[in-house]
C-alpha cells in the first residue's frame, strides 16, 4: 500500500467506523427465532422456504419444554446455523466447545442443568445431544455423521438436535416430529455483512495475466518508473509473484530474479550494504528467492535472513533512547508500516527460521477491536483501524508463525462480515468501492485460513475485474491496469499466496522421497517395520505423509490443532498421525517432532498438557488416552512408565475397573473395563499397551472383559456396554489385541473376527462405516486381516486399491466415498497406517538417526480486545474420552475459532474436518 494511499483513507474514517459496525452487528442479528410444537407447525414459511435458507429445530420436551425453532436465511454449516437462529451451546471441559453438551434458548437456562450433567467428560451414549439432519425436498431424519461445524448447509436443509440416547446406526433415538414439520412453521430473516457471499463462480485468466505483466517488464527483467526512468524494485518484485502464480515455467522469472539479486544493496540497503536493511524490501526479497528456489541466506552477496532477525527493536520510545525506526519492542526497524513488519514473519517462517517472538507479538498487538489490522504501526492506545489488505496479509503471517490463534481467528472474522455481497473488499473503512488490492490479499488470507466460499466469492470478482489485457486496476470498474494490484490479484486468483507461492511443481522427474531401508540398520532402539504393502496395489504414501507433514497441518511440526484457528492440540489426532509415521518410516524426524513434543508434556498454545488429556492420576483418568499415548512411546523405543511426565502403564493398572459402578457414577462400565473407557476401541488400545509393558497380569482381567464382548458372529460391537451392533472398526482393533495377547483362546476368536471381517467387504473393497464406504473402516479391516495375510491378501489387496481411490491429489484422503471429496486429517492419519497393515499391537520404529526438531520460540501477544474468547476447537469428536473430541458421541458439533460476539458468528464456515459420529474415525475414536 502506498503512503498516499494510506493517508487516503484515513479521511472521515472515524465518522463512519461506529455507523458501520453497528450497521454489521445489526444486520447480522436478523435472524428470528419462532417456537411451536411438532403438531403445530403451520403457516407461512417467510424467508426459509423449502429451496431457501436452512432451519433447525431443538427439542426440548426431555427439559419440560417443546420444539424450539429458528432460521438462517445464508446458510453456512449446521453450528453456525444453530447459533444465528439464537440457541446457545456449551462444551465439555475436556474438550473444549467442540462437543456440544448444552443447549439453551437465548438467554434461558441451558440444558442438561449442572445437577444432571457435569460437561466435565463428554456425556454418556444414553443421555446427549444428537444430531439428525434431512437434504432439500426429503422427508426422512438421518443420524448426522458429520458435527455440526463440519455440516456444509445447502438451502432446504433441516437440522435437528435431540436429547436422548442412540447406538452408532442412529436406529434409536429420531425426532419424535418431521423434516417436514419443522419446515412448515419456518422463520424470517435478512442476511446481511458477514454472511457467505453469494458470487457467481468466475476465474481469472492467467495466461492473460502473464502476458500482461511480461510485457510491461522492460528487457523481461525489471519494471521502470515512466517518470524517472529508474527501476522500480518493489513493482519489480510484484511482477515476479504475478509470473510465478501465473505460470511457474515463465523464461522472465529467472531474468527478474537474477536483476533483483544484482540489485539487493540498491533496493534493500538503502543506507549501504553494510548497513541496517529496509525490512520489507528484505522480506520482498527473500520471499522471492524462496519462491524460486533460490537461497535466501546468500541473495545479492546478503543473508537476508540473519538481516531480519537481527534488525528487530529490542524497545520502543518508552525505554528512553530508542534506535532510530523503532516505535515499539519488537518492530522491524524502519519498517513503518504493518505490512513491512507482516513480509519480514512470513519470509523468515518460509526460510525455516523462527521469527523473533517479539517481532510476532507486535505485528499482533496491530489488530483493532473489531479484529481488522491497522496498516501503521501505532503505538499502544493510539487510534486503531483496519484494513482488509494489511488485514489478510498479518493474519497469513500470524497463521504461519504460528501462537496467535486467537488474533487470526478474529482477523478471519473480520475479513468475513467486511465482505461484500459481490464477493469484493473495500480498501479502507468507510469506503463504499471494491478495491482489487485489498480483495487479492483478502482472498489469499481466506483461502489458506480455510474459509474457501469466502474466497471463491473474491477471486470471483476479480475475475469480473480483470481487463481486456490480462491486468487489473486499482478500484472497480477501472479502465487502466496496474502492476501494484495485479500482483496480489494473480496470486488469489491462482489460489496460492505468499506462504506458498512457489516455482516448484510436483512430477516424475522430482526426485523420490526417501525410501524406508529395505534391511534393517544396527540400533540400539527397537527395529524399523516396513510398511508391507507394494506402492503398486494401494495409496501413495509419499504423498499421504506429506499431506500429514506439511505446515498446513502439522502445526510447528509438533501436533495437529484442535480446529484451524484453535490453539488446543488435538491429542488424540497427534497420536493418530504419529502412528502413521511410525508405520511407514518415510519421514522419521517429522515423527521424532511429534514424539518430543508430546514427551516434553506436550503443552499447546491454550495451556492444555498431555497430562490434561489422559486425566493419569486424576478422578477423571481416561484408560483408552493412557493406553493410547502409552502404545505410542512403546512403539518408538520411549520408556511408557517416564512419557509426557507420567508413568502411563502405572495409571493403566490402576484403571482397571474392579466392578460396574452405579448410576449416576458412569466411570467403569464393567469389571474389568478401564475408567471412562466407553469403547472397545479404548479398551483395545490399554489392552496392548498393558500387554507390550510385560502387564500380563494386570492386563487379565480387561483381557477377559474384552473377549466376553465378541458376539458369535466374530463380530464387536462398538461402545461399552454393548448396544448389540456389530462394528468393522471395533473388530479388526480388538483382533489386533488379542493376537498380541496370543494363546489358544485368543487366536479362535482372532480367526472369528477375521472371518467375519472378511464378509463385510463391499464391492469396489470398501467397508461399511458410520460415514458410509469408510475409508477408516477400510484401513483399519486391511491392518486387521493383514494378521492372516496369506488367507487374505485378495481382500487386502482390493481394500488398498479402494483407499488409493479415495486419495486427493494433496495427498490426503476423504472420508468416504459418499462423501465430499476432501481430504480429512483423521481418515488420512488411518488411511496412510492401515495400507501398510501393520498392527498396532506389533508396531515398531527406530528413531536413531533422528535429529531433534527446532522448537517454536513462545510468543505472548498482547490482544486489542480484552474480552476475545478463544474457546473453538473444530477439532474431531470421538468415542473414547480423548482427544479433542474425547467423547461417546460425535455428531453433538465442533467449532474453530472463538466467538466475539455477534460479529465473529462466520469464523469457522470454512473448516472441513470431518467429524465421526461415535466412531473412530481413525485410531481409537480421537482418543
Not at 525505554?319 to 522491524?332: H, L, M, R
Not at 478495491?435 to 474459509?451: E, I, K, V
Not at 509415521?581 to 503443552?603: E, M, Q
Amino acid at each position: 500500500m502506498g503512503t498516499a494511499q494510506r493517508r487516503d483513507r484515513h479521511k472521515g474514517a472515524s465518522a463512519l467506523l461506529a455507523l458501520i459496525s453497528a450497521a454489521f452487528l445489526l444486520l447480522a442479528m436478523c435472524v428470528t427465532l419462532v417456537t411451536v410444537g411438532p403438531a403445530a407447525a403451520a403457516g407461512p414459511v417467510g424467508d426459509c422456504t423449502a429451496t431457501e435458507g436452512a432451519v433447525v429445530a431443538v427439542d426440548f420436551g426431555p427439559f419440560g419444554g417443546k420444539v424450539e425453532r429458528g432460521c438462517d436465511t445464508t446458510p453456512t454449516t449446521g453450528y453456525e446455523l444453530l447459533h444465528d437462529a439464537g440457541f446457545t451451546t456449551e462444551g465439555t471441559q475436556h474438550d473444549g466447545p467442540a462437543f456440544i453438551c448444552r443447549i439453551g434458548l437465548g438467554s434461558g437456562t441451558q440444558y442438561p442443568t449442572t445437577e444432571r450433567e457435569a460437561c466435565v467428560l463428554t456425556p454418556p451414549a444414553t443421555a446427549y445431544w444428537s444430531y439428525w439432519t434431512a437434504s432439500p425436498g426429503t422427508n426422512t431424519w438421518t443420524y448426522s455423521q458429520y458435527g455440526a461445524m463440519s455440516r456444509k448447509l445447502k438451502d432446504g436443509d433441516v437440522d435437528a438436535w435431540v436429547f436422548g440416547g442412540t447406538d452408532v446406526g442412529g436406529s434409536t433415538g429420531k425426532p419424535a416430529f418431521t423434516p417436514d414439520d419443522v419446515r412448515a412453521g419456518g422463520s424470517t430473516g435478512t442476511p446481511g455483512p458477514g454472511s457467505t457471499p453469494t458470487a457467481p463462480a468466475g476465474e481469472v485468466d492467467l495466461a492473460a495475466a502473464a502476458a500482461w505483466v511480461s510485457g510491461v517488464l522492460e528487457d523481461g527483467e525489471r519494471v521502470v518508473d515512466e517518470g524517472a526512468g529508474t527501476p522500480d524494485y518493489l513493482l519489480t518484485t510484484e511482477a515476479a509473484y504475478a509470473l510465478v502464480a501465473a505460470d511457474p515455467e515463465h523464461a522472465d522469472i529467472a531474468k527478474v530474479t537474477a536483476f533483483l539479486a544484482a540489485h539487493t544493496d540498491d533496493y534493500a540497503y538503502p543506507s549501504g550494504k553494510d548497513g541496517a536493511p529496509d525490512p520489507a524490501a528484505a522480506a520482498r526479497l527473500a520471499l522471492l528467492a524462496e519462491a524460486t528456489d533460490t537461497d535466501p541466506e546468500d541473495f545479492g552477496g546478503h543473508d537476508l535472513t540473519a538481516a531480519l532477525t537481527g534488525s528487530v527493536c529490542a524497545a520502543g520510545p518508552e525505554a528512553g533512547s530508542p534506535a532510530p525506526g523503532c516505535t515499539a519492542k519488537g518492530d522491524f526497524r524502519n519498517a513503518g508500516y504493518a505490512d513491512g513488519q507482516a513480509l519480514a514473519v512470513l519470509a523468515l517462517v518460509r526460510a525455516g527460521a523462527t521469527p523473533p517472538a517479539d517481532a510476532v507479538a507486535r505485528l499482533a498487538q496491530l489488530q483493532c477491536e473489531d479484529g481488522g489490522i491497522t496498516s501503521i504501526l501505532i503505538r499502544p492506545g493510539e487510534y486503531c483501524d483496519g484494513d482488509p489488505a494489511t488485514t489478510g496479509l498479518a493474519a497469513l503471517a500470524l497463521h504461519e508463525a504460528g501462537g496467535q490463534d486467537a488474533a487470526v481467528t478474529r482477523a478471519v472474522a473480520y475479513l468475513k462480515k467486511t465482505q461484500r455481497e459481490d464477493g469484493a473488499f473495500p480498501g479502507y473503512t468507510g469506503s463504499t468501492t471494491g478495491s482489487l488490492h485489498a480483495t487479492g490479499f483478502a482472498a489469499q488470507a481466506l483461502r489458506a485460513l480455510d474459509a474457501p466460499a469466502y474466497a471463491d466469492a473474491a477471486v470471483s470478482w476479480l475475475s469480473r475485474e480483470q481487463l481486456d489485457g490480462g491486468g487489473f486496476g486499482f478500484e472497480e470498474d477501472a479502465t487502466a491496469p496496474a502492476l501494484y494490484p495485479t500482483g496480489p490479484a494473480v496470486l488469489a486468483g491462482a489460489g496460492t499466496d505468499l506462504a506458498r507461492l512457489t516455482t516448484k511443481r510436483p512430477g516424475p522427474t522430482d526426485p523420490p522421497a526417501t525410501e524406508p531401508p529395505t534391511t534393517r540398520p544396527p540400533t540400539t532402539g527397537p527395529p524399523t517395520t516396513e510398511p508391507t504393502r507394494p506402492a503398486g496395489e494401494g495409496p501413495d504414501l509419499k504423498k499421504g505423509v506429506a499431506y500429514l507433514t506439511s505446515a498446513a497441518n502439522l502445526r510447528q511440526g509438533q501436533y495437529y490443532p484442535a480446529g484451524p484457528e484453535s490453539p488446543r492440540a488435538d491429542f488424540g489426532l497427534t497420536i493418530d498421525g504419529a502412528y502413521a509415521l511410525a508405520a511407514t518410516g518415510l519421514d522419521n524426524d517429522k515423527l521424532r517432532g511429534i514424539v518430543d513434543f508430546l514427551d516434553k508434556g506436550g503443552k499447546d498454545g491454550d495451556g492444555k498438557t498431555l497430562e490434561d488429556w489422559t486425566g493419569t492420576g486424576t478422578t477423571y483418568a481416561l484408560g483408552g488416552s493412557m493406553g493410547k499415548a502409552a502404545l505410542l512411546a512403546e512403539a518408538v523405543g520411549r520408556d511408557p512408565r517416564a512419557f509426557g511426565g507420567q508413568d502411563l502403564i502405572a495409571g493403566l493398572n490402576a484403571a482397571v475397573c474392579e466392578k460396574a459402578t452405579p448410576a449416576p457414577d458412569r466411570s467403569c462400565a464393567a469389571k474389568g473395563a478401564y475408567t471412562y473407557a466407553p469403547s472397545v476401541f479404548s479398551q483395545a488400545l490399554a489392552v496392548m499397551a498393558q500387554v507390550r509393558a510385560g502387564e500380563e497380569t494386570a492386563a487379565r482381567e480387561p483381557i477377559t472383559y474384552l473377549e466376553s464382548l465378541q458376539h458369535d458372529s466374530g463380530a464387536w460391537p462398538s461402545l461399552i456396554p454393548a448396544t448389540g451392533d456389530s462394528d468393522v472398526d471395533s473388530t479388526a482393533i480388538a483382533a489386533m489385541a488379542l493376537d498380541l495377547v496370543g494363546g489358544e483362546k485368543a487366536e479362535k476368536a482372532v480367526a472369528k473376527a477375521l472371518a467375519w471381517l472378511a464378509d463385510q467387504q463391499l464391492s469396489d473393497g470398501g467397508f461399511p462405516g458410520a460415514a458410509g464406504n469408510s475409508v477408516n473402516s477400510a484401513a483399519l479391516a486391511i491392518q486387521g486381516l493383514s494378521l492372516d495375510e496369506e488367507r487374505y491378501a485378495s481382500r487386502i489387496t482390493r481394500a488398498q486399491k479402494f483407499l488409493a481411490g479415495q486419495q486427493n491429489s494433496d495427498g490426503g484422503f476423504n472420508v468416504a466415498k459418499e462423501g465430499r471429496r476432501e481430504s480429512n486429517l483423521r481418515a488420512s492419519a488411518q488411511a496412510v497406517g492401515g495400507a501398510t497393515g501393520i498392527s498396532f499391537g506389533t508396531l515398531e520404529r527406530s528413531l536413531d538417526g533422528t535429529t531433534p526438531q527446532p522448537t517454536p520460540s513462545p510468543s505472548t501477544p498482547q490482544i486489542v480486545t480484552p474480552d476475545d474468547s478463544t474457546g473453538g476447537t473444530g477439532g474431531i469428536v470421538d468415542t473414547d474420552g480423548g482427544g479433542s473430541g474425547g467423547g461417546a458421541l460425535a455428531s453433538t458439533g465442533v467449532r474453530a475459532g472463538a466467538l466475539a460476539g455477534m460479529a465473529a458468528l462466520l469464523v469457522a464456515a470454512g473448516w472441513r474436518v470431518v467429524v465421526i459420529a461415535r466412531r473412530r474415525a481413525a485410531v481409537g475414536d480421537g482418543i
